[in-house]
């Protein structure tokens, strides 16, 4: 017999973006148990959580064990009709509204979907901006545009700077470039002489050699590029380089993405441009 | 004399992220009030509890305003030592660890930083694949990877599918490639044909010819790219064709790339790789 899994679920009656957030923040907390994470996205009517509470009611009969759900519901009535499950059921609107409402001295408005809705048109646009803005001025590509930047990422091949620009351009509307040091750029351990007016923008990315091979590894097995000496020797002359420029840097070997970016700017006191 | 905004502090000993995501959310229910907004991510030393303390009061004593701190503490003694804010304080973990902690039936970890930590190897590794399969697979500039797609989007320039595709690649993982429907294209209301091997992984984006309209001059002022005939044109014809062709479609017009890629995915029945 296999061990029953118990189910959390996050449910949303818009994309079920924050209620995941949450969720895994306190679950992160009881790390070994084990799960089943389930996403319920826009449930947003009698029917739909009608069909949540079946499965819900379906996976603790499984399992035999008591379900969770991390919950973020504003119309009361939904709300109510989901505390008929036997689950534990943890709402942040019900946690938080009272609270809220009672500093603000006045009734929440009870609108769905405006959390990660479309603000205002300027802030789409600045947020498309950004993305192909990043995507243009990925990997060296253009110089032109580093003029425009909010940030410029430097570091070897593969070392995380195109997702941490990305996220950047998504997540905060920054105007993020990438310019990847290369073997020709080691020669010497100046900073290559196109990046030296932006000196104030540049931002430096290190990893862990033997991180680096496992990564380029996948990419290009057996390859020179992907050998330790390589890694070893690009890594060093960057951190040289950067070290000799006093450009501040992290290294990103133990750090996800969301974790770089954030990091990163507030090291280097980048303001975002919204988020 | 300007009228006191009262300050909302997100404070997290991690990214931040999620304590943002929440207040965004509680905030929208009372939209209209008057805040400022201030991010305080990696507090986690009794100094930077410290800085944070005295900045709050300072904003309070400057508003005349009770100031409101979300937030995300995982050690007991941080979060005791932010209590002695005059601030409204909502922590989720205080919230939400001792039901969770009976349920699970033993002690949460207190652990710092895991909830946006990189989780494992594999799962980084593909979330950066992901994300250089999207930049490479943009803009129909390679169509010989389709093959490895778990979603193709369609639609006429600037509808929002670069976003969208760059977003699931970094929130869930997938490898979202993307193919304009361009002039060329419109001649009929058949699908191109270099797409129709993969008719099951299509998916359609369409969108308001006006606000089309807008975005594209935002870009190209005043050209016919631009122009609101040319904007009605392939809109219709891309609706047409993706009619015709019986594949699924979302209007972005109204939609966050959040909202865009949650919700085509859940009408696609499109499964996250991770996240």
Redesign the interface.
């Known amino acids: 017999m296999t061990e029953s899994k118990r189910s959390v679920f996050f449910i949303s009656d ?5 209620v ?3 969720g ?3 679950l ?4 070994g ?1 084990k799960v089943e994470q389930v996403t319920l ?2 449930i947003d009517s009698t029917d739909k959580v009608q069909r949540a509470l079946e499965r819900i009611e379906r996976c603790a009969a499984e399992s035999g064990l ?1 379900p ?1 759900m ?1 919950t ?1 519901i ?1 119309s009361d009535h939904i709300r109510q009709q989901l505390h008929r499950s036997s689950a ?1 059921m ?1 709402d ?2 019900e ?3 009272t ?3 009672k ?2 001295g ?1 009734d ?4 769905v ?6 603000a205002d ?1 300027r802030r ?2 600045e ?3 950004a ?2 803005f990043a ?1 243009d001025n ?1 990997d060296g590509r253009r110089v032109r545009e580093f003029e425009q930047a909010d940030v410029i990422l430097l570091g070897v091949s ?1 070392c ?1 700077k ?2 941490t620009c ?2 950047m351009a ?2 905060f509307g920054l105007r993020a470039a990438n310019y990847p040091i290369t073997e020709e750029d080691m020669d010497s351990t100046a900073l290559p002489r196109v990046l030296r007016p932006f000196h104030d923008k540049l931002f430096g990315l290190t990893i862990d050699p033997r991180r680096l091979m ?2 380029r590894q ?1 990419r290009r097995a057996n390859s020179r590029y992907a050998s330790l000496e390589q890694c070893e020797f690009e890594v060093r002359q960057v951190e040289q380089m950067l070290r000799r420029a006093q450009i501040p840097f992290l290294n990103a070997t ?6 770089l970016a ?2 990163l700017m ?1 090291q280097a006191g980048i303001e975002r441009r919204f ?1």
């Open positions: 818009g994309t079920g973006l924050t995941e957030a949450i895994h923040s306190l992160a907390q009881f790390h148990e996205p826009y008591r969770v991390i973020s504003v534990l943890l942040v609107f946690s938080y509204l609270p809220l409402a500093l603000f006045r929440p408005a009870q609108m979907n405006v959390s990660h809705g479309i048109d789409y646009s947020r498309i901006e993305v192909h995507m990925d593969r995380g195109t997702p990305l996220y998504l997540q496992q990564i996948e133990q750090l996800s993405v969301e974790e954030t990091r507030s988020g």
